[in-house]
């Protein structure tokens, strides 16, 4: 039986469709990842898998005794309630100090565990969240934008990650991004949602499909991530002049800033 089965799940909000029809399986040890615009449903989506919100229509199955472990889009820090990270993780499931060290060793902030809360960066609150995720063990990892506030190397790092957390302890992960390239190579399998399910599949096929370009455009790759490669013929001088009397036209061709540009 399959972690988590949404089979025609259709969610109204004030006489609006927010989702409309959804299926879709979770199996053990697999990535599935929930892309779509700003408003398309996807945390609500979440909350209904969570059982936070009630939909008119359709089911969500669980497999019988699924722990599931959560990780929401923010941490909300209490600045006048003071608190260490350590504590903070003590207000989930029972634990002890050991376990929560270990939770925050696996993903790379055990330093951290006496800070304040306050102090921490938001790449480590992300982490820390993620650590509260994984404390019961969970069967299925839910993440809510797992990366956000996240710079953009922090966030390939963050992906990678989860990757990692899934082959260690076969897990299967539910996540929201916003950027299909960045979960490219830590996903097995896609969902692109705009209330309906637009297109799924492999990463590779839902980026070439109509739909997908439809929605997000054809390039979306950010240009930090642009690998830009072209053909060199010629050699440049300490100044990026062009030698081998090249023109200026051919100079014209080189990429945009942002972009990394590989010399043959
Ligand atoms: N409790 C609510 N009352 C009214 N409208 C709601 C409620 N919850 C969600 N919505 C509406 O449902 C739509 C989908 O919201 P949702 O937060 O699920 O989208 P999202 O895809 O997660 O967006 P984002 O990427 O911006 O986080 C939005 O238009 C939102 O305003």
């Given at each position: 039986?399959?972690?988590?089965?949404?089979?025609?799940?259709?969610?109204?909000?004030?006489?609006?469709?927010?989702?409309?029809?959804?299926?879709?399986?979770?199996?053990?040890?697999?990535?599935?990842?929930?892309?779509?615009?700003?408003?398309?449903?996807?945390?609500?989506?979440?909350?209904?898998?969570?059982?936070?919100?009630k939909?008119?229509?359709?089911?969500?199955?669980?497999?019988p005794?699924?722990?599931?472990?959560?990780?929401?889009?923010?941490?909300?820090?209490?600045?006048?309630?003071p608190?260490t990270?350590?504590?903070?993780?003590?207000?989930?499931?029972?634990?002890?100090?050991?376990?929560?060290?270990?939770?925050?060793?696996?993903?790379?902030v055990?330093?951290?565990?006496?800070?304040?809360l306050?102090?921490?960066?938001?790449?480590?609150?992300?982490?820390?969240?993620?650590?509260?995720?994984?404390?019961?063990?969970?069967?299925?990892?839910?993440?809510?934008e797992?990366?956000?506030?996240?710079?953009?190397?922090?966030?390939?790092?963050?992906?990678?990650?989860?990757?990692?957390?899934?082959?260690?302890?076969?897990?299967?992960?539910?996540?929201?991004?916003?950027?299909?390239?960045?979960?490219m190579?830590?996903?097995?399998?896609v969902?692109?949602?705009n209330?309906?399910?637009?297109?799924?599949?492999?990463?590779?096929?839902?980026?070439?499909s109509?739909?997908?370009?439809?929605?997000?455009?054809?390039?979306?790759?950010?240009p930090?991530?642009?690998?830009?490669?072209?053909?060199?013929?010629?050699?440049?001088?300490?100044?990026?002049?062009?030698l081998?009397?090249?023109?200026?036209?051919?100079?014209?061709?080189?990429?945009?800033?942002?972009?990394?540009?590989?010399?043959?």
């Amino acid at each position: 039986m399959s972690l988590l089965s949404v089979s025609g799940l259709s969610l109204r909000i004030q006489k609006r469709s927010i989702l409309d029809s959804i299926n879709f399986e979770i199996e053990a040890g697999q990535i599935v990842t929930l892309i779509g615009p700003n408003g398309a449903g996807k945390s609500s989506l979440i909350r209904c898998i969570l059982g936070l919100q009630k939909y008119q229509k359709g089911r969500v199955s669980l497999q019988p005794g699924l722990k599931i472990g959560y990780m929401p889009q923010k941490m909300h820090v209490e600045q006048s309630l003071p608190m260490t990270v350590d504590r903070f993780l003590a207000l989930g499931p029972k634990t002890s100090r050991e376990q929560r060290e270990q939770a925050l060793q696996r993903v790379g902030v055990a330093n951290i565990q006496s800070a304040p809360l306050q102090t921490i960066s938001g790449g480590e609150q992300q982490r820390v969240l993620l650590a509260r995720a994984m404390l019961n063990r969970p069967d299925l990892l839910i993440l809510d934008e797992p990366a956000q506030g996240v710079d953009i190397n922090g966030q390939a790092e963050l992906y990678d990650l989860i990757r990692s957390i899934r082959d260690e302890y076969g897990c299967g992960v539910f996540m929201v991004s916003h950027d299909l390239h960045l979960v490219m190579s830590s996903t097995d399998q896609v969902l692109c949602l705009n209330h309906h399910i637009c297109c799924s599949g492999h990463p590779d096929e839902v980026t070439k499909s109509d739909e997908y370009i439809s929605i997000f455009g054809e390039q979306r790759l950010h240009p930090a991530l642009a690998h830009y490669t072209h053909h060199h013929d010629h050699k440049h001088d300490l100044h990026g002049d062009c030698l081998n009397g090249h023109s200026k036209a051919h100079q014209s061709s080189t990429p945009a800033s942002g972009e990394t540009h590989n010399h043959a």
